[in-house]
């Protein structure tokens, strides 16, 4: 899939950047649906991730959506809940 890739992992992190105020926590390559995107998360200043999806080729932002909160937090969250009843 790199190969494929047209813009570099550091391009598509500013290309996200310019999107989404805040610090690159990860990059992935992925296929979603046939077209090769960098998945980029992005944690802002209020703890908020943020997966910009760039288009590999064309460096396009295809998708921008909010990611819900960690798995571990969650847990966290709900074992305290649990605790308290």
Known sequence: MEKQ???SKEKSNALALEQVKG???QTELEDE???IVYSVEIT???KEVTEVKVDAVTG???KVEKA???DSDSNQAEDTETADE
């Open 33 to 35: 649906n046939g077209a």
């Open 60 to 62: 396009k932002i295809v």
């Open 23 to 25: 610090t690159v926590n």
């Open 5 to 7: 890739a047209k813009i």
């Open 68 to 70: 819900d909160a960690s």
């Open 44 to 46: 802002n200043n209020k």
